[in-house]
């Protein structure tokens, strides 16, 4: 078995540029996430908007693969979100219904954000 090592600091990612985008007020930036308990990277997300990370829309996630397009997945084969690393719990698939949008909900304080310089 062989594994292909992928450096995701140096990855490139474009912007989602939609309705909900506007809405905040034009301002996104990319977050690299990183799991509280063992510091590893597990996701990339843009953040629309000011104010506090609470929750992760499933669209806006950019990487890894295995979890960017659980919005068109069925809603019952979500499972809760967790570090690939070491399996904690960061947060739990619900619909924010004031938008009508998949989301994970957030534990506080599980997840560590930093935001990501995308170098062109």
């Known amino acids: 078995m062989t594994f292909q ?4 600091f140096i990855m490139i990612f ?3 540029k939609d309705c909900y ?6 301002y996104s930036r990319l977050l690299n996430l990183f799991c ?10 843009q953040k629309d908007g000011a104010g506090n990370l609470r929750r992760l829309y499933f669209d806006r996630i950019l990487y890894p693969k295995k979890i960017v397009h659980l919005e068109k997945k069925l809603w019952s084969s979500v499972p ?11 947060g739990t698939p619900y619909l924010y219904k004031k938008e009508h ?7 506080q304080d599980a997840v560590i954000k930093k935001i990501r310089k995308n170098k062109s």
């Open 80 to 90: 809760p979100l967790s570090c690939h690393s070491c399996r904690e719990a960061l």
């Open 21 to 26: 985008q506007k809405k905040r007020g034009s």
């Open 36 to 45: 509280r308990v063992c510091k590893k990277q597990f996701a990339v997300y």
């Open 101 to 107: 949008r998949k989301a994970f909900k957030l534990y």
């Open 14 to 16: 474009d912007l989602k």
């Open 5 to 8: 090592r992928i450096n995701i």
